[in-house]
Nanobody
């Protein structure tokens, strides 16, 4: 499985960005796809996750009500819509995938990451 992120960039606080994660290889039913982020000097942390069926989503408390995760089966793409961005959202955002379990707890595959910078 290969995961390729895109959509990062520089945005003013209060603005929005949409990240994309294009998946190739063995994907589909049974997979859990998520987003994590890592700020300088901090550990990588969970942001959001979605089951490939779309029937299950989960969010970190810090992003609930501001971020939304979704996916399209046809394009094999998972999106992270980020609204009301704050400077503390600045980080490298990574797409992650796991087969047969919750990606929040264990990751089988990582993308290369995309930088998101939010300025005040």
């Amino acid at each position: 499985v290969q995961l390729v992120e895109s959509g990062g960039g520089l945005v003013q606080a209060g603005g929005s960005l949409r990240l994309s994660c294009a998946a190739s290889g063995r994907t589909g039913s049974g997979w859990s796809i998520g987003w994590f982020r890592q700020a300088p000097g901090l550990e990588r942390e969970f942001v959001a996750a979605i089951a490939w069926s779309g029937l299950y989503t989960n969010y970190a408390d810090s992003v609930k009500g501001r971020f939304s995760i979704s996916r399209t089966n046809a394009k094999r793409t998972v999106y992270l819509q980020m609204d009301s961005l704050k400077p503390e959202d600045t980080a490298v955002y990574y797409c992650a995938a796991r087969w047969g379990g919750d990606v929040e707890t264990s990751v089988d595959y990582w993308g290369q990451g995309t930088q998101v910078t939010v300025y005040a």
